[in-house]
């Protein structure tokens, strides 16, 4: 029998019946950590290198050394500094850090290249401080405050504009001032005095005080070469009504007697008519969502920090409104430099201040070690709205206690009222930043924050009407 099939007619009909064969899926490798000619504050040692692959079945190495790499592609890695030498266009810096990044997947691979600085390098040399022989005089050009370090209560310094101080140290950003106590601090430069060594340190002989309500303060008296600073003790911690904050406004400082006002700040509900059975209402919260125009950490995907506290923000403004109470946000879309935001909070005048952050490591250390949440806090009447918070995030949310510090940070130095800063997680671990990425993750972190400022607040009310009202002047 003949067959009805010849060879060729057979090939071009299986031809037509098969599929072409797929093109390979390339591999493409995204960089977030580091960035290129970024700053590494180690010049040998180890660093954490973060991104995205694709596709994310793909192994990812730099250095040599193999990343963790997550379902969706996100990686993270632990990996030593490589030195090398990478002159820019205009040969005026170099990059001397170099990751060699290699990311595979099946018979297709890509590589990426990326030079960052490290302090050898002398645009992000490590500046020594300089011994200044004798002391230089320097003026403060604006009112500051200085949270000293320790657990003694009321640990904290008044430095008033106009004030004459005598720096033992210093390089171009920080100068180190010694107290007539044998107490050292650290001050930025640009931010908060003149080096003028033409000046005399005799124009601020006396500083007088005017205390309202309260005797228990003193202040360290100024001696030329030193310093008159005011420190708060104790004592009007642990009055019958226990302070919310305080103020000082300082008058003229062109003259040998120079006076400043300490005015201690209550309970809101003393200072105004409150409803004591709802615990929220009239009350000012001021959100203070971090970074900006900087963007703080930055997630392997590039989820950036500043964009999730402005997110998680507006979660707790939203929840907090439904219970009545006033919020205010000290930036939204526009920036706010970090050393503004006193005086936004100053205009504000709110009765709490919760500062939103999200947490990253340092250069030395390995973030995939590192995970939970962290309070901050500065002044006594502070803490115990950070515990409050603190513990409501462990509860609700089940992340490891990485602790409710005490805390010497620029927004936690504000006096006026009790501030704190949450730092809920490491936004730089693939893991956390997803979650930080979804809405309804962020809604139970506002409810687990709402719900430890509620404890607080409801803990003052109950403090405060067990409390005798104080005796006013």
């Not at 692959?53 to 192994?59: E, F, I, L, Q, R």
């Not at 490290?118 to 004798?134: C, E, G, N």
């Not at 005086?343 to 500062?355: C, F």
């Not at 340092?362 to 409050?388: C, M, N, V």
Request: glycine share 6%.
């Amino acid at each position: 029998m003949k067959c009805l099939f010849q060879w060729p007619l057979l090939q071009f009909v299986f031809a037509a019946c098969s599929f072409p064969p797929s093109p390979a899926l390339g591999v493409s490798l995204k960089v977030v950590r580091p960035e290129p000619a970024e700053s590494i504050s180690l010049s040998s040692g180890s660093t954490f290198v973060v991104g995205t692959v694709v596709p994310a079945k793909s192994t990812v190495t730099c250095n040599g050394v193999v990343c963790e790499v997550s379902e969706d592609g996100a990686f993270i890695g632990f990996v030593p500094i490589r030195l090398g030498k990478e002159w820019t266009e205009a040969e005026e810096k170099k990059c001397d850090a170099r990751f060699e990044f290699r990311a595979g997947h099946e018979s297709d691979e890509t590589n990426a290249v990326v030079w960052a600085y490290t302090p050898r390098s002398p645009s992000a040399a490590v500046l020594a401080m300089t011994v200044f022989d004798p002391p230089r005089n320097i003026r403060i050009t604006k009112n500051i405050w200085i949270g000293m370090e320790g657990d003694r209560l009321g640990d904290l310094v008044y430095v008033p504009k106009g004030a004459m101080l005598s720096a033992i140290s210093g390089n171009v950003s920080n100068v180190v001032c010694r107290t007539s106590a044998d107490v050292e601090f650290s001050i930025p430069v640009p931010e908060t005095v003149k080096d003028d060594s033409s000046l005399k340190v005799t124009n601020f002989q006396c500083l007088e005080i005017t205390i309202h309500n309260q005797k228990e303060f003193s202040w360290l008296p100024d001696r030329p070469g030193s310093d008159p600073l005011l420190q708060v003790l104790p004592g009007l911690l642990r009055s019958r009504n226990p302070m919310w904050g305080f103020e000082v406004a300082s008058s003229n400082m062109e003259t040998d007697q120079t006076s400043g006002i300490i005015q201690p700040r209550y309970n809101p509900w003393e200072r105004r008519a409150m409803d004591r059975g709802h615990h929220f209402r009239n009350l000012h919260v001021c959100l203070d969502p971090g970074h900006h125009p900087d963007r703080g950490a930055v997630g392997p995907r590039g989820f950036e920090e500043r964009e999730s506290n402005l997110l998680l923000a507006y979660e707790i403004e939203k929840l907090l409104k439904t219970e009545g109470a006033r919020v205010s946000l000290t930036r939204e879309a526009d920036p706010l430099p970090l050393r503004d935001r006193h005086a936004r909070l100053q205009e504000l005048n709110p009765d709490i201040v919760i500062s939103l952050h999200n947490n990253s490591v340092g250069d030395g250390q390995d973030p995939r070690l590192i995970h939970g949440t962290q309070t901050f806090y500065l002044h006594p009447w502070s803490k115990p709205l950070a515990e409050a918070v603190h513990h409501s995030i462990l509860r609700k949310l089940e992340t490891p206690d990485r602790g409710c510090i005490r805390r010497n940070l620029y927004i936690t130095r504000y006096p006026s009222c009790p501030v704190i800063l949450i730092e809920p997680e490491y936004i730089i671990l693939p893991d956390q930043e997803k979650k930080f990425m979804d809405p309804a993750y962020r809604q139970q972190l506002a409810e687990a924050i709402v719900e430890g400022i509620s404890k607080f607040v409801e803990s003052q009310i109950n403090r405060d009407s067990n409390n005798t009202p104080a005796k006013r002047d």
